[in-house]
Nanobody
């Protein structure tokens, strides 16, 4: 099982990015999927998670600006990030709770988001 994240880049303050994360392999089911981020010198923090039923939990710092969605048929989760701020600069990691024989958490490789003028 692998998670492949994409969509990061350099964007000006106030701009938008869309991140994607696709799970592949011998997957039986995917429960929660989510995004975390880690800025230089900081601990990794939760950005948002979404359950298989569509329930979501956002960090207060991104509420109203970021939107998570998932395509269960494609085993893919998306993060639409709008009104980006310099403090959103970080490496963004996707993760998913996946059943593939046994259930465990998987992490993607991370994608850099830089918000700067």
């Amino acid at each position: 099982v692998q998670l492949q994240a994409s969509g990061g880049g350099l964007v000006q303050p106030g701009g938008s990015l869309r991140l994607s994360c696709a799970a592949s392999g011998s997957i039986e089911s995917i429960s929660a999927m989510g995004w975390y981020r880690q800025a230089p010198g900081e601990q990794r923090e939760l950005v948002v998670i979404i359950t298989s039923g569509g329930s979501t939990k956002y960090a207060d710092s991104v509420k109203g600006r970021f939107t998570i969605s998932r395509d269960n048929a494609k085993n893919t989760v998306y993060l639409q990030a709008n009104s980006l701020k310099p403090e959103d600069t970080a490496v963004y990691y996707c993760n998913a709770l996946i059943t593939a024989g046994s259930i465990r958490m998987y992490w993607g490789q991370g994608t850099q988001v830089t918000v700067s003028s």
